[in-house]
């Protein structure tokens, strides 16, 4: 059979992208970078739903980029299109869009639940996580939810990965591996991300913050919820989407800070977040509350990376959406 191409077509509200990928006589899949097909082109091919793995009812607050339509194209003619190729080509969307968008935590967080759709095609998922492979390699370790103690090893013994990978930091690490320069005799895993933020070049990527539950803004979060949802309610006959809409531009508003707290008796590399108080916000008035603080050893490696920089750059990103963890897991993007 001649060789097959098939589109991923990514629309969110900023732009609109498609990616191709083919698949060659012998059956073997590759990524073909973005494309520009004809609309007639695309209107002669079967057109199926893509999975946006974060449907956006999951969560408490989702930017309106990652809110994308995703649609997979494929040839009306296909020949033995195989369940893992086009179970990938469905799923492969997400995790585009993600690169795309810089979501360093939610492109780590989709290799983990869909680590089985992709384990026949590695090389071919190295290739689309590289741009954001080192950040998010370090979000994923330093700046999740729960942190991946299994990277030591898989650092320390800097072996090539093979197909089949479902390890998420082994995928991430292998492609990052051009970016970070790894040298496991010389330098440790935290030193070797030392060496990387401090790179005289900007990042912007994503980070979970811990300790939320022990800081009165996820309070005002549930709060404000409360009252939106009573709003919903009422609204729901006469305009059901007027109160949704109107509380993302309320998230989609909310300042925040991110900085250094090295007066901090306990550790003197943390880093604290603040956002606008949503009960303030409620009230007539806008103030900032501390809502948690980077990951420790994250905090750490950013501070001796960078410790003339006290204030990062910041935005509230995401909020849940994450069933593995609390309700209100809150995600900054970060940018310096």
């Known amino acids: 059979m001649a060789t097959e191409t098939f589109y991923v077509k990514i629309e969110n509200s900023k732009t609109t992208s498609i990616h191709a990928f083919t698949r060659s006589e012998t059956g073997i899949m590759d990524y073909a970078g973005l494309a520009s097909p004809s609309d007639e082109e695309l209107v002669q091919m079967q057109c199926v739903e893509g999975s946006g793995y974060f449907t956006p009812s999951w969560y408490t607050y989702l930017p309106e980029f990652l809110q994308a339509q995703i ?61 954001v492979a080192a950040e998010a390699l370090f979000a994923w370790v330093y700046g999740g939810f729960r942190g991946d103690s299994g990277f030591q090893n898989i650092y320390a013994n800097d072996k090539p990965i093979s197909t089949g990978e479902t390890d998420v930091a082994a995928i991430l690490y292998a492609a990052a ?20 933020f401090s790179e005289e070049r900007s990042f912007d990527f994503t980070m979970g913050i811990v300790g939320a ?20 309610s009422f609204h729901f006959v006469e305009s059901p989407d007027k109160v949704g809409k109107k509380r993302q531009e309320i998230f989609a508003s909310l300042k925040s800070k991110v900085q250094a707290e090295p007066y901090n008796p306990h550790d003197h590399n943390a880093i604290s977040v603040f956002i606008d108080d949503l009960e303030s916000i409620v009230k007539g008035a806008r103030s900032k509350s501390k809502a948690g603080y980077l990951r420790a050893t994250g905090a750490a490696i950013l501070r001796k990376a960078r410790p003339n920089l006290f204030s990062f750059n910041s935005s509230l990103w995401r909020i849940g959406g994450n069933p593995d963890y609390f309700e209100n897991a809150i995600v900054m993007r970060l940018k310096f």
Not at 180 to 189: G, Q, T, V, Y
Request: charged fraction near 20%; aromatic fraction near 8%.
């Open 71 to 131: 649609e997979v194209f494929i040839p009306v003619k296909v020949l033995h299109l195989d369940a893992n190729q086009y179970s990938f080509l469905l799923h492969i969307g997400a995790v585009l869009l993600a690169v795309q968008e810089r979501d360093a935590l939610l492109v780590a967080e989709l290799l983990q639940r869909r680590s089985m759709v992709f384990a026949n095609f590695t090389p071919l998922l190295l290739h689309v996580v590289k741009p």
């Open 213 to 232: 539950s022990n800081h009165p803004w996820v309070d005002g979060v549930e709060r404000f919820g409360c009252i939106s949802d009573s709003a919903a």
């Open 177 to 196: 591996h051009d970016a970070l320069e790894p040298n496991p005799r010389k330098e440790s895993a935290e030193e070797m991300f030392i060496r990387y």
